[in-house]
C-alpha cells in the first residue's frame, strides 16, 4: 500500500510539474505573441496613414484664433482659454504619429485658417523607437525629426503664426509598459528636441520644462502625471497659464 502511495504521489509530482511548465510556456507564448502585436501596430503607425489622416473634409474653411494639433497629449487639452475672447479649436488624436499628423496636414489646412497654431507631436514615435536596435532606432527618430520640419515648414507657409512646445519625456513606466518600452526614451527626447530647436528659430517655441520641471529637485514633476505618458488637468491648467503668459 505504502508503495502504491508512493508511486502516486511521484506521478501527481510528475503532473504539477508538467502542467506548471506548460503554463509557462502558454503563458510566454501569450506575451510574445501580445508584444508582437503591439509592436507590429505602432511599427504599422509610423509608416503609414491612418483613416482619421486620409479621410475626405466638407470643403469648408473655418476661421480661428488658436489651433492645437497633435497626439492625446493634445486633445487631452481640450479647448483652453488662451488670453481673452480667443477661440480655440483642439485637432489632436490619441496615438498619432508624426507621419499620420503629416498625412492630414492638407486637410486640416484646407479646413482652418487660424491665426496661430501649436503644435505638439513626436513621442509615439520615439517610444516605438525604443522598442528596435540600431539602426532601426535611429531611423524612425530622424524620420520623426523630418516629419516635424516638414509640419512646421507647410504650418508657416499658411500664413499663421506656429508655436512649437517640445516633447516630455515619459516618467518611470509601469511593469507592463516597461515590458516593451526600451531606457532610451528621454535620451531620444532630448535629442529630438534639441534638434527642432537648433533649425527653427523662425518660429515661436516653449520649453516645457517650465511646465513640468521642479526646479528644486531638477526632476520631472510626479504629481503631473496621469501615467507614463499622460498628464493631469493641474498640469493642463499650468501649462494653459505658461501659454497664455507667452501669446499676449
Request: glycine share 6%.
Amino acid at each position: 500500500m505504502k508503495q502504491l502511495i508512493r508511486v502516486a504521489k511521484q506521478q501527481w509530482l510528475k503532473l504539477t510539474i508538467g502542467l506548471a511548465v506548460l503554463g509557462f510556456l502558454c503563458s510566454y507564448a501569450v506575451l510574445f505573441w501580445a508584444y508582437e502585436t503591439y509592436k507590429s501596430n505602432k511599427l504599422a503607425r509610423l509608416k503609414g496613414c491612418s483613416p482619421l489622416a486620409i479621410e475626405t473634409q466638407t470643403p469648408s474653411t473655418r476661421s480661428s484664433d488658436i489651433l492645437l494639433i497633435g497626439d492625446s497629449r493634445i486633445k487631452a487639452w481640450g479647448n483652453p482659454q488662451l488670453g481673452s475672447n480667443k477661440e480655440v479649436i483642439n485637432e489632436g488624436i490619441d496615438g498619432e504619429t508624426t507621419t499620420e499628423l503629416l498625412c492630414r496636414l492638407d486637410n486640416i489646412l484646407n479646413q482652418y485658417k487660424p491665426q496661430l497654431f501649436i503644435l505638439q507631436t513626436g513621442i509615439n514615435d520615439l517610444v516605438t523607437a525604443s522598442m528596435l536596435k540600431e539602426p532601426e532606432r535611429e531611423r524612425v527618430e530622424n524620420r520623426a525629426f523630418g516629419n516635424i520640419q516638414r509640419i512646421i515648414e507647410q504650418l508657416s507657409q499658411s500664413g499663421a503664426k506656429v508655436l512649437y512646445l517640445d516633447i516630455v519625456p515619459p516618467i518611470k513606466p509601469d511593469i507592463m509598459r516597461s515590458i516593451v518600452w526600451g531606457a532610451n526614451i528621454e535620451e531620444s527626447v532630448q535629442n529630438l528636441n534639441k534638434l527642432i530647436r537648433q533649425n527653427n528659430s523662425n518660429i515661436e517655441q516653449f520649453e516645457m520644462a517650465e511646465v513640468f520641471l521642479n526646479a528644486e529637485t531638477n526632476s520631472w514633476r510626479g504629481e503631473y502625471a496621469l501615467d507614463a505618458l499622460h498628464w493631469t488637468s493641474d498640469a493642463y491648467a499650468h501649462l494653459t497659464q505658461e501659454i497664455s503668459r507667452q501669446i499676449q
